[in-house]
């Protein structure tokens, strides 16, 4: 049962475009989103985050929506650069959990020049 | 960077044999955490520590083992080591704002 959905696989972008990477869930009591960069060899980074109270978080050139009606959010990056070629992954947090998240199977972004 | 080191970095080891995998942080954070990343799977849940001695299971728990004695040192421990246990590992930590934080990772091979 996944709970988390990344459901494409991989994504290309060309470079100074806007990339955008989507996320499903099913579980309504999720609270907390969060989106996580992966380089190979390296440790899953943090990104940027969303409450379930917000619509929108921006950080710089990255910006997460949620729509929770749709049990759905997204990850924009604008302009795109070839850094941001990695896997991404969305992760969620349940309400009175103890803080578990749980991840999606992750998305690979490749921005082409 | 958060303080989170991981040992070994790399091992292989025999179908049958135990493996510890360490993870220390230098945050004094309370909790922790073992993921496995495998393709299709991105990061599950093994199990996670919410205090010294305080432990429980995650998603994916059978065949793996932790222990929590300080503060800073989260074992993983696979009892008989099996080939569905090739994986990479992480070590993660959660800061107050509940943001988790990742260690560099241990590729296990079992052959």
């Known amino acids: 049962d996944q709970q988390v959905k990344q459901n494409s696989p991989s994504l290309s972008v060309q470079e100074g475009r806007i990339s955008i990477l989507n996320c499903d869930y099913t579980n309504s009591m999720f609270d907390y989103f969060l989106w996580y960069k992966k380089y190979p060899a390296e440790g899953p980074t943090f990104l940027i985050s969303?409450?379930?109270?917000?619509d929108k978080n921006e950080d710089g050139r990255f910006t997460v929506f949620l729509n929770k009606s749709a049990k759905h959010l997204s990850l924009h990056i604008v302009p795109s650069q070839p850094g941001d070629s990695a896997v991404y992954f969305c992760?969620?947090?349940?309400?009175?959990?103890?803080?578990?998240?749980?991840f999606g199977q992750g998305t690979r972004l490749t921005i082409n020049p | 960077d958060a303080g989170i080191t991981q040992s070994p970095r790399h091992k292989v080891t025999e179908t049958g044999t135990p493996v510890t995998l360490r993870c220390h942080q230098t945050?004094?954070?309370?909790?922790m955490y073992w993921y496995r990343q495998d393709p299709g799977h991105g990061l599950r849940l093994i199990h996670y520590s919410y205090g010294v001695k305080d432990t429980d299971k995650g998603e994916v728990s059978d065949g793996y083992s932790v222990s929590r004695s300080k503060t800073e040192d989260f074992l993983l421990t696979l009892e008989s080591a099996t080939s569905s246990q090739t994986s990479v590992y992480f070590c993660?930590?959660?800061?107050?704002?509940?943001?988790?934080?990742f260690g560099p990772g241990t590729r296990l091979t079992v052959t």
């Open positions: 992760a969620a947090r349940q309400i009175q959990g103890a803080q578990k998240l749980v």
């Open positions: 969303i409450s379930s109270i917000k």
């Open positions: 945050e004094n954070h309370r909790y």
């Open positions: 993660a930590i959660s800061n107050p704002n509940q943001e988790q934080y």
